[in-house]
């Protein structure tokens, strides 16, 4: 069993925030994740819901500015909220640039370096981080579903479609939904995996729906305000668009004077948690 070093941990909601690294084969590095457990994993195995943050975020933005743990201690779902990258891996430049490298993994496998020794956020937060967390923490295995916000948001999407068998939902704010077609996807996308175009596709949510169909609607909220939305950073057009090309189920809401800020998911997150609750909860 992987080791855990604890950070901190917190009493909230009559649960528990607690702050955690551990040595991560699959990044070739140290990790970071926090954990929010409800009172009730105290005393059986509750679901489990992952949630992924955008560019520049750690494991602490989405713990400490969203308020999600009420709504997780009312259900009975634990939260688990990794970092967006591997950090101080010693790759040239890793921190010169805010929207490439460290806290921007982006969620895929970087096969071109120096990126691929250390960036392997999607394998990382599909297979390893589960993996930790049923070995260490009384989850359900069977019961696990995934959101995130921005570039998290694209990481949510991404590995519920890339794996319809093990998240039972999934949820964004703001996602960054069809990333081969804005520039944010195509500067990561070449820095992590090349100029061939196939490989983008298989980890662009607009092109990987149109052939995997996920039995839960997909909840997405989108708001108006967004600055990233109006500089077309986003697209979720793009991403119903397909959706209803192949009968995906979407409910995509449009928030009106809604920025791309945790003031926005602080306003939302109870209605997400709750969406998943239905799926999670048996």
């Known amino acids: 069993m992987t080791s855990l070093k604890l950070k901190s941990e917190y009493r909230c909601f009559d649960g528990t925030v607690a702050y955690y690294s551990h040595s991560s084969a699959t990044c070739n590095c140290e990790m970071n994740f926090a954990v929010y457990l409800p009172p009730q994993a105290q005393l059986q195995p509750v679901p489990v819901l992952y949630y992924l943050s955008g560019l520049t975020c750690n494991e602490q933005n989405f713990i400490t500015k969203a308020g999600a743990q009420r709504t997780a201690a009312e259900l009975g779902i634990i939260l688990v909220a990794p970092d967006t990258s591997p950090r101080n891996t010693g790759i040239p430049d890793e921190d010169k640039e805010w929207d490439l490298g460290s ?119 989108q708001g108006t305000a967004d600055q990233f939305y109006q500089q077309q950073q986003l697209l979720p057009e793009q991403f119903q668009q397909a959706c209803d090309l192949v009968g995906q189920q979407l409910n995509l809401r449009y928030q009106e004077g809604y920025d791309h800020s945790y003031f926005t998911i602080s306003s939302l997150i109870t209605d997400h948690i709750q969406h998943h609750a239905a799926y999670l909860i048996e």
């Open 103 to 221: 806290g921007a993994g982006f969620y895929v496998d970087a096969v071109q370096t120096p990126w691929s020794e250390y960036y392997q956020m999607y394998s990382y937060i599909t297979k390893e981080l589960p993996e930790l967390i049923a070995a260490n923490f009384p989850v359900k295995a069977d019961r696990q579903s995934i959101m995130g916000h921005s570039m998290g948001g694209h990481g949510a999407l991404i590995c519920a479609l890339k794996n319809p068998q093990q998240y039972l939902s999934v949820s964004a704010f703001a996602p960054i939904a069809a990333p081969m077609q804005c520039p944010w996807g195509e500067k990561l996308f070449t820095a992590y995996l090349g100029n061939d175009k196939q490989e983008w596709a298989k980890y662009d949510a607009t092109e990987l729906v149109k052939s995997t169909h996920l039995d839960s609607t997909i909840l997405i909220d």
